[in-house]
């Protein structure tokens, strides 16, 4: 079955197109289409709601949209919904624009030093978790939505980033289970434990339940 995916990021392309195969997953830009919804939710479901039905309304077609971010403990959450626009702790979102080894390096900057004003050390566990909507659309008003997570600890600094997998802040959140950081993991070893691949398990279990 082909599912249209609400994004135009190629990375999450691929690894949906792993977690939903033999789906056919395609993205907006593959037929031309300029998608770019306003996504003013102030939640994760909400905003892969908004994507994903307006998406829907364009193609007809089953969507497959999610939301997703980093929500760091010591800084109540922050960044959350705004992950992918962040820009430190003294922009708005968006505000400017930030290639993600400055995103990553900014977090880490922001976190740690909400940390020594706390009075914690260097040693200090700095909790955090990836969050994951997935909301499938299948038709007007016909949807159904879950949300994972992954919990890690955030890196010392940006010279504890480690990994060439992934993408995003993948290389800045380290899995005490594992010895190593989302972005050092295996394809493989990622899609069965990220936010991500548990929203796209149950998804997935969904549709094979409607014989889809």
Not at 10 to 23: A, D, G, I, R, T
Not at 43 to 63: D, G, H, Q, Y
Not at 76 to 82: D, L, M, Q, S, V
Not at 196 to 205: E, L, S
């Amino acid at each position: 079955m082909k599912i249209f995916v609400a994004t135009g990021n190629k990375h999450k392309k691929k690894e949906l197109s792993e977690l939903f195969s033999p789906h056919e997953i395609c993205i907006p830009s593959d037929i031309g289409i300029s998608f770019d919804p306003e996504e003013n939710g102030n939640t994760f479901i909400a905003n892969s709601l908004i994507k994903a039905e307006s998406l829907w309304r364009i193609t007809k077609t089953p969507v497959i949209a999610d939301d997703s971010g980093i929500c760091v403990d010591i800084l109540n959450g922050r960044p959350g919904i705004f992950s992918a626009r962040y820009t430190g702790k003294d922009d708005e979102p968006g505000s400017k624009e930030c290639t993600q080894q400055e995103k990553n390096t900014l977090l880490l900057e922001e976190a740690w030093e909400e940390a020594r004003k706390q009075g914690l050390g260097n040693d200090a566990v700095l909790t955090c978790r990836f969050v994951c909507a997935m909301v499938l659309y299948l038709g007007n008003d016909r949807f159904v939505s879950v949300q994972e997570t992954i919990e890690g600890q955030l890196v010392k600094g940006i010279e504890y980033a480690t990994g060439k997998g992934g993408f995003g802040y993948d290389p800045i959140v380290f899995l005490p289970e594992y010895g190593k950081t989302i972005a050092e993991l295996t394809e493989e070893e990622k899609n069965k434990i990220s936010h991500r691949g548990k929203a796209a398990k149950k998804i997935r279990a969904l549709l094979e339940n409607q014989g889809l």
